[in-house]
């Protein structure tokens, strides 16, 4: 359950009272003190009307009204238009907050993020980085999380893995969401723990991806109600929520597995000194050895490495399914891109890092393909924990979701919001429209400490893609034609797009020439 805490009955616990019988007396103080606290809180910000929202019965509250799995964005945009850029919802006595717009979002989650950094209490202990509560196991593992923020050496691990899927692409193109599959998982095992994923039923990818998709069912907008009704794992499961709600329970197992075995292995790389550089060895380094840190240090380093995998593949193969579905529905984008690199490129190379400085179309296609479907419509909860006020309403202790959604398609910040329109982020900067890489990372303390590793993998995996290939006649797996106005995702945690066909054909002989130079090396990934 969400608490306030009183500063009073912290600092009770601290002191001590003197006199016969100083328990009782600290047990009728602090029952008196916290009533009059709580009573205080409600006092001064009791006669603010909450933000509108659905309806809301005894008990219940407006359980009827919450949306189901992957239709939430869907839900919260219409609540926009209906009630505006903060919405109210109540259920089993718990409150939630939906922020609709990036005003709204930008007030509360950065500039309050002193009291909007948390995450909505569970049931069960918290079981990533994501869910932790704003304590000091997360701002342990943030620090070593941030020291990865603008490490270069990933870069080649990141070059290769995205060479060789371009080889795969040539070999089989419609299988194109396998090889982005094992392009990101492999990129973020590399990165992480210096582990060569070697085929395609790699035993720690099964792991991960085993975990990830249980990671985003539990943690959906959508799934997290289940978490406050304790009895629904006892019942059968055509109880709407009971199997979910058991799914909760199982999901520490597979978490502890993905800290552990993973992290096992490089631990005996590393006793056999035959590691290569990766983030637990650059960590181990920046504390001048894994000797050197304490027990607390290492079991953030566990946590913090398996953050890779967790938050880091399943949006990078989003976002690139997204990135080749845009391709295939505005031709003259991908046509515009195509001439910019042959300039500045050639065909004598793949392009590389190096060439990023020179290709700001390219830099603008990274900031539309994370706005044009934003890979986390909701971002991850997060939690205030006392009363506040805003815009004159009370904001009671409640679970609130920044709806990345509804800010990506804000017709007010974004002209024709469903068209891939890279221009939008060129020209004088004035005219430009809101980057959305300033917010699709998320917001105040919580934001995507993976952040600038993942526009380095954005960044490498649509260059190379564009230099080599053709995206075209994108249509749904029935073979209807899909266009602008019929794109479909899955919503839920993360958004993908509805499963689709496309035609992917490589550009010239010479760009397969290219790939196969670059990649011949690299046979033992193959
Ligand atoms: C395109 C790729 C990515 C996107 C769009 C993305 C976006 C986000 C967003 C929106 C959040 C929630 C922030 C909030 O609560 O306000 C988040 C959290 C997080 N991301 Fe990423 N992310 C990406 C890739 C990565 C990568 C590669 C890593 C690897 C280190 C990573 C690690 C994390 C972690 C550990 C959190 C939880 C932070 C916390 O709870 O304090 N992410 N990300």
Redesign the pocket.
Known sequence: MIETTSPISTWLKLGSIGGSSPDVVLVISVLVLTIAWRSFTTTLHGNKPLPPGPASIPIIGSLFAMPAAGKEMGVFAWWAKKWGPIVHIKIFGRHIVVLNTLKAASDL?ERRSNIYSD?PARSGPADS????PFNQQ?KD??RL?HQ?RSIKVYRPGNEEQVRLMLRRLLQTPEAFVEHIRRSAGAT?MKVAYDYDVTSDDDHFIALAEGYNTAFSIVTAPSAFWVDFIPFLEYLPDWVPGASLKRMVGSFPDLQNRIRGEPYGYTMEQMAKKTNGVSFISTAADNHGGLDQMSETELEALRWAAS??Y???TA??IS?TSWFILAMSLFPEVQKKAQAEIDSVIGNEKLPGFVDRPELPYIEAMCKET?RWN???PG??T?AVNTYDEYEGYRIPPSAVI?N?RAMTRDEKEYKDPHIFRPERFLGPLDDQEKDARSY????????????N??ND??YITIVSLLATFNFSNAMTQNGVHITPLTVQGTGGLIHFPVKYKCSITPRSDRVKELIYEATDDLARYL
């Open positions: 989650l995450r980085v994501s869910t932790l997360l593992c943030r999380l990865a973020v953050a890779f967790g938050a880091g949006t990078t976002l994370l934003c890979v986390l971002a991850l997060h920044a990345m699709a990372y998320g917001f105040g303390r919580r934001i995507c400490p993976g952040l590793i993942a993998a954005v």
